[in-house]
């Protein structure tokens, strides 16, 4: 263990105070391990590269608290930039309006002192002189100190995958690399558009060129969480996270990350669930017995996500998870959304759980109201229902605008099907045309009628979506 880089390391914290960059998994309320920094800083795993014979820098974030920087290159005007390998006297830095919260980016090509890190490129760092790399979950309240931007996305470090690999630092990209609406993002840990963007960045080598700059359409909303969730073993039931969308609009194109450990992926299957309920399957029992899901999916190759087109925003979307064969178990740990739209308005929305029995054989049935307090004229409708009942064949089920034009949803379809769980838009019920238009403001009905004998059922609950 007596090796230069081990010198180097522990002469880090006697001379300069420096912390450790690497996660102890038992300090700061924390219990689980991460590698931190990795490779990437000698005060992390990096005195280990070439066996201790060829230790790694110390990362621009610890050079910077010492006041080794005699020169720093403030990144928060638009242009091009270059960055030097080696340059160890210059800062590149990135201010959010947190003063302890901001980015540093260092060119580390595999050269000098770099020569053994795992990959070669552009490194991004989010910093935050109040985190701690005791805690790797990445949420607001607990997240790195100093954290890599990895830029395959999959978190490898803070999963304690590896020290590092091949696909960490950014390499060659044309056009957008890195922003608020990418994977990783430049969001800040309250999920905040920090308005920093990379773009344009040239090979790896002793200079590396890119653009700064804001470079992302306004007409992208994205969403993250940390589920940190268990998939239970051979359970159709599985699990849900949901990420909550407040943006009014509708679906052009769409993006899914996930990020799933697991010992038998081919046992997975993953679904996405709009706001409305419309379902698609992103991945199904493929892989066999590969480890892992980081994946993620988007409508220019996942055919299955181009049926989300046009859906509404806003609400809740979920992504469930069912492990659908026995033995091998996993864990949800996080995902992500990432959805371009066309603005739409502003939406209204409204829900109630009457639990109101349906009279068999009735023609005056029941009525259940949604009181909407906005004003406006309709874009969009669509309508949620869920009833049970023991032969949805019977059923008349109407919504009624305050106007009092009424549009058929379900007209004794079904035959002795059991339970109507239906989301209704103006693309599976092309007759909700009719109400665009209609003020929204008052009270929209639900009518509910069945019209034959013997089977009986309730209306349990149903929403109401509006664009205006």
């Not at 201010?95 to 090509?109: D, K, M």
């Not at 002189?129 to 100093?146: A, F, I, P």
């Not at 049970?388 to 064949?393: E, L, M, N, R, S």
Request: charged content about 20%.
């Amino acid at each position: 263990d007596l090796s230069i880089g081990t010198f180097c390391h522990e002469s880090g914290h006697l001379l300069c105070r420096f912390p450790d960059l690497y996660d102890y998994g038992s300090r700061d309320g924390d219990f689980e391990k991460s590698a931190g920094m990795g490779y990437y800083c000698l005060m992390s795993a990096g005195n280990h590269l070439n066996n201790g014979r060829t230790p790694a820098s110390i990362c621009g974030y610890l050079r910077d608290l010492v006041g080794w920087c005699d020169r720093q290159v403030r990144l928060n005007s638009p242009g091009v930039y270059e960055s030097k390998q080696g340059d160890y006297g210059t800062l590149m830095k990135y201010e959010t309006h947190r003063a302890n919260e901001y980015f540093i980016i260092e060119n580390r090509t595999q050269r000098g002192l770099d020569a053994y890190l795992p990959d070669s490129g552009l490194a991004v760092y989010h910093c935050d002189t109040l985190g701690s790399n005791e805690w790797q979950g990445g949420t607001r309240e607990r997240h790195y100190q100093c954290g890599l931007l990895q830029a395959d996305g999959h978190l490898d470090l803070e999963s304690n995958r590896n020290q590092g690999d091949s696909t960490d630092l950014f390499k060659r990209v044309d056009g957008v690399a890195l922003s608020y609406a990418t994977t990783p993002s430049t969001r800040g840990w309250d999920s905040s558009d920090s308005g920093l963007a990379l773009a344009d960045i040239s090979e790896p080598g002793e200079v590396i060129r890119l653009k700064v700059g804001s470079l992302v359409p306004s007409n992208v909303v994205t969403g993250k969480v940390t589920a940190d969730l268990l998939i239970p073993d051979n359970k159709r039931e599985g699990i849900s996270s949901a990420i909550a969308i407040s943006q009014a609009g509708k679906v052009k194109s769409l993006s899914v990350g996930v990020d799933i450990t697991h010992t038998y992926i081919g046992d997975l299957q993953v679904e996405l669930q709009s706001p409305s309920g419309k379902k698609v399957l992103l991945h199904d029992r493929a892989g066999g017995s590969r480890r892992d899901l980081q994946q993620t999916y988007s409508s220019s190759s996942t055919t299955a996500l181009s049926a989300l087109n046009g859906e509404l925003i806003a609400g809740y979307w979920l992504l469930n998870v069912r492990d659908l064969a026995s033995r091998d178990i996993g864990r949800l740990n996080r995902w992500n959304i990432e959805i371009e739209y066309e603005s739409a308005g502003q939406v209204a929305r409204g829900e109630v759980s009457p639990n109101l029995s349906i009279p068999d054989n009735t023609p005056t049935g029941i009525s259940s109201a949604i009181a909407i307090a906005q004003s406006g004229t309709l874009k969009d409708i669509s309508v949620g229902v869920v009833i049970p009942h023991t032969y949805i064949g019977d059923l008349l089920v109407e919504i009624v605008a305050p106007s009092g034009q009424s549009v058929t949803l379900h007209n004794m379809s079904g035959g002795s099907k059991d339970d109507l769980r239906m989301t209704y838009d103006r693309t599976s019920t092309p007759a909700l045309e009719a109400l665009v238009g209609q003020q929204i403001q008052g009270n929209w009905s639900l009518r509910v009628k069945d019209l034959q004998r013997l089977d009986t059922g309730k209306l349990e609950k149903w929403s109401l979506q509006l664009m205006y």
